[in-house]
């Protein structure tokens, strides 16, 4: 407990040292729910060019606000300590930016489902991104985007539906 408040602090006293658009951007990687992404997701959410988010997302790493994830498929990722990812949504949603970032990221991840609906390794890489936008999509009533990211997904959505039941 003590911990996590000192977490926050650190986290809210660097926070207040970031430029305006290196606080938004900041805030927007917390949709990611402490999970690894890709700079080109991070692009999608923030409305960045990916130039501008692999240099806010070097920031971030030399801030050690984020941290490199495990480089899969060729892809670099990133991700946020649980209590800083908790934080940064806090502030998304203190900022005013949602639901429209979440628009953004269901948009981004049912275009990535469908661009690599026969590649399941890159399905893979995002699966649990996918069951976000499958809970958001239902959140926000949008059944077209929900059904879309279910059919592209469908592969290893079910596969790690099978994997949980077995664990049962």
Known sequence: MFQDHSVQISSATIFALLDENLQRFFALTGLFGGRAFSPAAAAAVAQLSLKHTEDYLRKLYALSLCQLANAEAGQTRYRLHPLLSQYAEETAVAQGHLPQAH???????????EKHQNNIRFLAL???????VLNLAREYN???????????????????????????
Not at 103 to 113: A, E, K, M, P, T
Not at 146 to 163: G, I, M, N, W
């Open 126 to 132: 995002e699966s649990k991104h996918a069951s976000t």
């Open 142 to 168: 949008l059944s077209d985007a929900y059904h879309r990211c279910a059919a592209a997904f469908a592969p290893v959505l079910a596969e790690a539906h099978l994997s949980a039941n077995e664990s049962v």
């Open 103 to 113: 628009h953004r990221l269901i948009n981004y991840f049912v275009d990535y489902g």
